[in-house]
């Protein structure tokens, strides 16, 4: 049963956080300088800075707060929220399980697609503000404090998602409180 209330957690931040599409993160180019662009409706289409204001994702499930002009690893991390929310709205946890969450979050349930389809069933819209990411020193792990709101739960719930470095790319690790 814990495992069940772990992925019920991670889908309350994933559609609060529109992580499911991280794969297009923002979906664009970088511009000469490699910095992030704005395509003029505050979405993210680059791999480097990410500001305030600026939706992440196809589904623009994942905003980032007032304070949180990130530089590129920090906009990495959000971007992997991106995907994670993407996913998450899109339903398609078998993405979800094989390519966002990290090796050992990929295993909670036994069956991560079956945990994720009955603790998803009533989910219908979220969204989530990244308010502030902290990369560790070695650079291998990373904290992202959110605020998610979904269709379950109406209330601002604050949650810290842990993500870890996997192969180079940012994978969802687990949530907290």
Known sequence: MKKVGIAARLLA???ILSLAAFAVVGCGGDDKNGSSTSNGSGTATGGGDVQSGDTVGE???V???KDGDFDAEQAAVVATLGEFADATADKNYKKLCNDILSKEAAKIGGDCVK????SGAGLK???IVVNSVKISKDGK???AAVDVTSNVNS????QNLSL????GEWKVQILGQ
């Open 59 to 61: 589904a623009k499930k």
């Open 13 to 15: 931040v994933a559609a």
């Open 125 to 127: 819209d979220f969204k």
């Open 164 to 167: 870890v470095k996997e192969g």
């Open 141 to 143: 792990t990373a904290t």
């Open 63 to 65: 905003v980032v707060g």
């Open 155 to 158: 209330a601002n719930q604050a």
């Open 115 to 118: 945990t994720f389809e009955q």
